[in-house]
Protein backbone atom coordinates (compact mmCIF):
# COMPACT_ATOMS: atom_id res chain seq x y z
CA UNK A 1 0.00 0.00 0.00
CA UNK A 2 2.92 2.74 0.85
CA UNK A 3 4.55 1.58 -2.53
CA UNK A 4 1.63 2.91 -4.24
CA UNK A 5 1.00 5.71 -2.17
CA UNK A 6 4.53 6.93 -3.14
CA UNK A 7 4.10 5.79 -6.88
CA UNK A 8 0.77 8.03 -6.77
CA UNK A 9 2.55 10.77 -5.49
CA UNK A 10 5.64 10.57 -7.79
CA UNK A 11 3.02 10.51 -10.56
CA UNK A 12 1.33 13.56 -9.47
CA UNK A 13 4.39 15.68 -8.38
CA UNK A 14 5.39 14.99 -11.87
CA UNK A 15 2.90 15.50 -13.48
CA UNK A 16 0.86 19.03 -14.54
CA UNK A 17 2.92 21.32 -17.04
CA UNK A 18 5.81 18.22 -17.21
CA UNK A 19 3.80 15.74 -16.98
CA UNK A 20 0.29 16.04 -19.35
CA UNK A 21 2.22 15.95 -22.88
CA UNK A 22 3.07 19.89 -22.12
CA UNK A 23 6.09 21.16 -24.10
CA UNK A 24 8.38 23.36 -22.58
CA UNK A 25 7.62 25.98 -24.87
CA UNK A 26 3.55 25.27 -24.91
CA UNK A 27 2.91 29.55 -24.65
CA UNK A 28 5.07 30.25 -27.20
CA UNK A 29 4.00 27.80 -29.74
CA UNK A 30 0.21 28.66 -28.85
CA UNK A 31 1.24 32.15 -29.77
CA UNK A 32 2.56 31.06 -33.15
CA UNK A 33 0.80 28.05 -34.38
CA UNK A 34 -2.92 30.18 -33.47
CA UNK A 35 -3.49 33.42 -35.92
CA UNK A 36 -7.16 33.63 -34.32
CA UNK A 37 -6.79 36.25 -31.82
CA UNK A 38 -9.96 35.33 -29.72
CA UNK A 39 -9.22 31.45 -29.87
CA UNK A 40 -5.60 32.00 -29.13
CA UNK A 41 -6.60 34.37 -26.07
CA UNK A 42 -8.41 31.25 -24.84
CA UNK A 43 -6.07 28.77 -25.46
CA UNK A 44 -3.65 30.98 -23.29
CA UNK A 45 -6.24 31.21 -20.36
CA UNK A 46 -7.30 27.69 -20.08
CA UNK A 47 -3.28 26.63 -20.49
CA UNK A 48 -2.71 29.44 -17.89
CA UNK A 49 -5.15 28.71 -15.54
CA UNK A 50 -4.20 24.64 -16.09
CA UNK A 51 -0.41 25.61 -14.54
CA UNK A 52 -1.80 27.40 -11.54
CA UNK A 53 -4.20 24.71 -10.44
CA UNK A 54 -1.36 21.97 -10.68
CA UNK A 55 0.52 24.26 -8.89
CA UNK A 56 -2.10 24.18 -6.47
CA UNK A 57 -2.48 20.46 -6.57
CA UNK A 58 1.23 20.25 -6.28
CA UNK A 59 1.12 21.97 -2.87
CA UNK A 60 -1.90 19.85 -1.85
CA UNK A 61 0.14 16.73 -2.65
CA UNK A 62 3.21 18.09 -1.02
CA UNK A 63 1.19 18.59 2.39
CA UNK A 64 -0.56 15.06 2.18
CA UNK A 65 2.75 13.53 1.57
CA UNK A 66 3.83 14.98 4.60
CA UNK A 67 1.03 13.96 6.07
CA UNK A 68 1.70 10.38 4.87
CA UNK A 69 5.08 10.20 6.82
CA UNK A 70 4.15 11.62 9.80
CA UNK A 71 1.36 8.52 9.79
CA UNK A 72 3.80 6.23 8.29
CA UNK A 73 6.11 6.56 11.67
CA UNK A 74 3.46 7.53 14.09
CA UNK A 75 3.00 4.44 16.35
CA UNK A 76 -0.24 4.76 17.15
CA UNK A 77 -1.33 5.15 13.51
CA UNK A 78 -4.14 2.48 12.34
CA UNK A 79 -5.16 1.66 8.98
CA UNK A 80 -7.68 3.94 9.11
CA UNK A 81 -5.40 6.84 9.49
CA UNK A 82 -3.81 5.49 6.51
CA UNK A 83 -6.69 5.46 4.55
CA UNK A 84 -7.51 9.32 5.56
CA UNK A 85 -4.26 10.16 3.62
CA UNK A 86 -4.95 7.98 1.16
CA UNK A 87 -8.39 9.29 0.22
CA UNK A 88 -6.83 12.91 0.55
CA UNK A 89 -4.24 11.96 -1.90
CA UNK A 90 -6.87 10.45 -4.20
CA UNK A 91 -8.83 13.36 -4.15
CA UNK A 92 -5.38 15.60 -5.10
CA UNK A 93 -5.38 13.22 -8.24
CA UNK A 94 -8.98 13.57 -9.07
CA UNK A 95 -8.23 17.44 -8.95
CA UNK A 96 -5.39 16.77 -10.69
CA UNK A 97 -7.73 15.02 -13.90
CA UNK A 98 -10.00 17.39 -13.91
CA UNK A 99 -7.86 20.41 -14.55
CA UNK A 100 -6.45 18.10 -17.51
CA UNK A 101 -9.71 17.83 -19.09
CA UNK A 102 -11.45 21.16 -18.88
CA UNK A 103 -8.28 22.54 -20.35
CA UNK A 104 -8.31 19.31 -22.91
CA UNK A 105 -11.88 20.48 -23.30
CA UNK A 106 -11.09 24.38 -24.01
CA UNK A 107 -8.32 23.53 -26.12
CA UNK A 108 -10.25 21.47 -28.17
CA UNK A 109 -13.07 23.96 -28.72
CA UNK A 110 -10.39 26.35 -29.60
CA UNK A 111 -7.92 24.64 -32.17
CA UNK A 112 -8.07 23.17 -35.69
CA UNK A 113 -6.02 19.91 -35.85
CA UNK A 114 -3.77 21.77 -37.68
CA UNK A 115 -2.91 24.28 -34.82
CA UNK A 116 -2.99 21.40 -32.29
CA UNK A 117 -0.58 19.67 -34.26
CA UNK A 118 1.47 22.47 -34.16
CA UNK A 119 1.18 23.31 -31.08
CA UNK A 120 2.34 19.86 -29.83
CA UNK A 121 5.26 19.90 -32.06
CA UNK A 122 8.43 19.56 -30.53
CA UNK A 123 10.12 20.99 -33.78
CA UNK A 124 8.80 24.99 -33.71
CA UNK A 125 11.40 27.58 -33.96
Do not use: C, Y
Not at 44 to 59: R, Y
Not at 63 to 68: E, G, N, P, Y
Not at 79 to 92: H, S
Not at 116 to 125: E, G, L, Y
Request: net charge negative; hydrophobic share 45%; proline share 1%.
Amino acid sequence: MIAALIALIALLMLGGAAGSGWTADLEKNIKHAVEDEDRREAVLEATGAHMDGMKEVAGSVTDHFVQLLETHIDFESTGKDFDAVAQQLKADQAKGFALDLKTLKAMKANLTPEEWNAVFTKDQK
